[in-house]
C-alpha cells in the first residue's frame, strides 16, 4: 500500500476546554510552535500557516506552506460537546508517503492535539 494517495486518518481528541477557547488557541499561529512540533522544527523556520478566516463553526482548515515551495492542506476541526469539545485533524496521505512515514506522521499529529490538550486544560 506504499502507492496509495487516496487515503485519510481522523486523529482526535477530547479537551476539556470550551470550544470558543480551544478555537482561539489553536488559530493563534503564534501558538502554533507551543502545540505543533513539527511547525517548531528549525528547519521549518520558513513555512508559512495559513488558515481559513475565522469563523463560528469550528473550522480551522489551514495551508502549511513548506520552504520546498510545498503547499500541504490540513483539514481540522474544533467540534461542540455536552462537556469539552473534540478536535480532529485529518491527516491526508501525499503522493510518495511511504507506509511508515503516514504512520509517523499520524503519531506526530497525535501527539500534537495531546500537546494542545496538556495547554489547555491546565
Do not use: Q
Request: proline letters at 7%.
Amino acid at each position: 500500500m506504499d502507492d496509495d494517495t487516496t487515503s485519510s486518518r481522523h486523529i482526535s481528541v477530547w479537551i476539556d476546554a470550551t470550544p470558543d477557547a480551544v478555537y482561539a488557541f489553536a488559530s493563534d499561529p503564534t501558538e502554533l510552535p507551543r502545540w505543533a512540533a513539527g511547525l517548531a522544527d528549525p528547519s521549518l523556520s520558513d513555512a508559512v500557516v495559513d488558515f481559513v478566516p475565522k469563523n463560528d463553526f469550528g473550522v480551522l482548515d489551514h495551508v502549511v506552506r513548506l520552504p520546498s515551495g510545498e503547499a500541504v492542506y490540513n483539514p481540522m476541526r474544533v467540534i461542540r460537546g455536552e462537556a469539552g469539545c473534540e478536535v480532529v485533524f485529518t491527516l491526508r496521505r501525499r503522493p510518495g508517503v511511504t507506509d511508515a512515514e503516514f504512520e509517523a506522521d499520524a503519531a506526530a499529529v497525535a501527539a500534537d492535539l495531546e500537546s494542545l490538550r496538556g495547554l489547555l486544560e491546565n
